[in-house]
Each structure stands twice: as structure tokens, then as C-alpha cells.
């Protein structure tokens, strides 16, 4: 368990965002955020610390690359673990997440034990 940690969980998608937030904090044991676009989420990340940011790839405002890439750009955000989560699965798509500076990358939809293990891998 991880009570210690706080995830940020930025989905547009509300069911998506909600079945995300309960499978994180029910199984990882941490406090969860969520957010619906990337402005939201970058405007979190101003105020509180995360351990870790769970993105969905397109949202409005700000596209989750681009929320990277704000985060890439300070410090102190650039070494939070990031992880993408997008239906994309062409290569294009893989390269310019990871030239985005993602940690991880999960794909839509994605399997529940998947997602659990990356997280907990990232946050230690």
C-alpha cells in the first residue's frame, strides 16, 4: 500500500476517469485526483505535489503530450512518472509519446492487473 503517494488521474472520459480512480485507490492504497482535461491537470500539479500523473492521451485544452511536455519544461514536475493512456497503438504515436518524455504507456482498453503493475513499478 502506498497511503503516503498521490496519483493525478487526468480523463476526460468521466466514466473512463471514475473507473480509473476506484481501480488506483482501491488497489494501490493512495490518495487519487482526477481531473477532466490537461489545463485542470497542469493547474493541479501548481498547487499539489503527485507522485505520479496517469494521462489520457486526447482531451480538450491540453492533450496529455502537451501536459508532458509543460511538465518537462519545471523541474520539479520534469521527474514525476508519467504515464499515457491512449487508444493510439500505431508507431508514430508510441514515438512521439516517448519523445514526449512519458515513463509508461498503457493502451485503451487496457487490462486492470497491467495498469496496477506499471503503476506500482513507477512509484516505487
Known sequence: MHKDKRILIAEDDFPIGLALKTIVASNIGCEVVMVGNGREAWEALQKTHFDLVLSDWNMPEMTGAQLRAE?????????????MLTARGDKESVVEAVSAGITDYVHKPFKRTSLLEKIRTRLG
Open 71 to 83: 511538465m518537462k519544461a519545471v523541474p520539479h514536475l520534469a521527474r514525476i512518472p508519467f504515464i
